[in-house]
């Protein structure tokens, strides 16, 4: 799973991809069919790409990525993002296991399984992740 383009940026709803930078700041594009670029200023706004966004665990940090890989080895099984919080929270008990349900919040899992809706047709997802930045 390559997602390292993709953010997600504070106060703006859905995935974004990182395609440049200028001197007013970071180039994104929408992931859906219009292909909107905006540019966003960091001094103004906050980003973080989805490689790099972690969930509270029990003992240790959860990544992102595990999720997604677990939602995907799960099949078709995920359910909508507007089904009911007890729901949503027993799904979320298979594909995090250990999560920390306490500061896990049902809008955080309906924002995550939002997030895999957008990003499981692309191609990206299907991809090798490069290796680290060094």
């Not at 992102?64 to 995920?78: M, P, Q, R, Y």
């Not at 999560?99 to 049902?106: F, G, I, K, M, P």
């Amino acid at each position: 799973m390559n997602l390292r383009a993709l953010v997600s940026v504070t106060g703006k709803p859905g995935l974004f991809k990182l395609i440049g930078q200028n001197k007013g700041g970071f180039i994104l594009e929408t992931l859906d069919n219009a292909k909107i670029k905006s540019v966003v200023n960091l001094s103004t706004t906050k980003m973080a790409t989805l490689e790099d966004i972690t969930i509270y665990g029990e003992e240790e940090e959860i990544r992102l990525l595990d999720v997604f890989e677990n939602i995907k080895a799960k099949g078709s099984n995920t359910p909508d993002g507007k089904a009911s919080g007890d729901t949503l929270r027993e799904f979320f008990r298979e594909v995090a296991p250990g999560h920390d349900e306490s500061r896990v919040y049902t809008s955080d899992i309906k924002k995550i399984i939002s997030w895999y809706t957008i990003i499981k047709e692309l191609p990206l997802f299907e991809e090798e992740a490069p290796a680290p930045l060094a």
